[in-house]
């Protein structure tokens, strides 16, 4: 299983950003999607995730601005962020999990928040 992300880049505060996770390989069923974030310095933290009931929970920081998608007939998961802040600057990474115990990370996209 192969995940590859596209969709960061720099953008100015207020802005707005879609990143993209392309899954490839052997994924019959996906039990959970996420996007976590580092910041230098910092702990990877989740900022958002969806369950395979389509339950989904954000991240504090992240709420009413961020939002997490997936298009199954693309195998792609997506983060569309909005009314970007300074502080969300940081290497975003997709992860998914097909079944408890197994999951798969992306190579990370940086985005930086900045004027």
């Known amino acids: 299983v192969q995940l590859v992300e596209s969709g960061g880049g720099l953008v100015q505060p207020g802005g707005s950003l879609r990143l993209s996770c392309a899954a490839s390989g052997n994924i019959n069923s996906i039990r959970t999607m996420a996007w976590y974030r580092q910041a230098p310095g910092k702990q990877r933290e989740l900022v958002a995730r969806?369950?395979?009931?389509?339950?989904?929970d954000y991240a504090d920081s992240v709420k009413g601005r961020f939002a997490i998608s997936r298009d199954n007939a693309k195998n792609t998961q997506y983060l569309q962020m909005t009314s970007l802040k300074p502080e969300d600057s940081a290497v975003y990474y997709c992860?998914?999990?097909?079944?408890?115990?197994?999951?798969?990370w992306g190579q990370g996209t940086q985005v930086t928040v900045s004027s």
């Open positions: 969806r369950t395979s009931s389509s339950m989904t």
């Open positions: 992860y998914i999990s097909p079944s408890i115990g197994v999951g798969y």
